[in-house]
Nanobody, 122 residues
Framework: QVQLAESGGGAVQAGDSLRLSCLAS????????VGWFRQAPGKEREFVAA????????THADSVKGRFTISRDNAKNTVYLQMNSLKPEDTAIYYC???????????????WGQGTQVTVSS
């Protein structure tokens, strides 16, 4: 069982940066792969980035590659999503999710946080 809590969202201007955090707790938190997903109003939830249990493997969606970076600090049980050069189309609720292994589909993940809103204005 893993519990997840996102933080770090907010309202920013295009070109600004934000860093989202996902604090994981529970017996298997440190051994879990973690993914970030986002959902804009009227759209399906989409994959953003994922990282394996020790940070040795990461993958990012093409739409954020070169702008967003996923990382983790297992000593703090926290996974980060550094978001640079934000665009209005990045506006969405951002969710972190945990699983036994890395995946790029929402169905690959069993545990989800409540989400944090990111709003980017032009």
């Amino acid at each position: 069982q893993v519990q997840l809590a996102e933080s770090g969202g907010g309202a920013v201007q295009a070109g600004d940066s934000l860093r989202l955090s996902c604090l994981a707790s529970g017996r298997t938190a440190s051994g879990a792969a973690v993914g970030w997903f986002r959902q804009a109003p009227g759209k399906e939830r989409e994959f953003v980035a994922a990282i394996n249990y020790n940070g040795a493997f990461t993958t990012h969606a093409d739409s954020v590659k070169g702008r967003f970076t996923i990382s983790r600090d297992n000593a703090k049980n926290t996974v980060y999503l550094q978001m640079n050069s934000l665009k209005p189309e990045d506006t969405a609720i951002y969710y972190c999710a945990a699983s036994g292994r890395v995946g790029v589909r929402a169905v690959d993940y069993s545990y989800w946080g409540q989400g944090t809103q990111v709003t980017v204005s032009s």
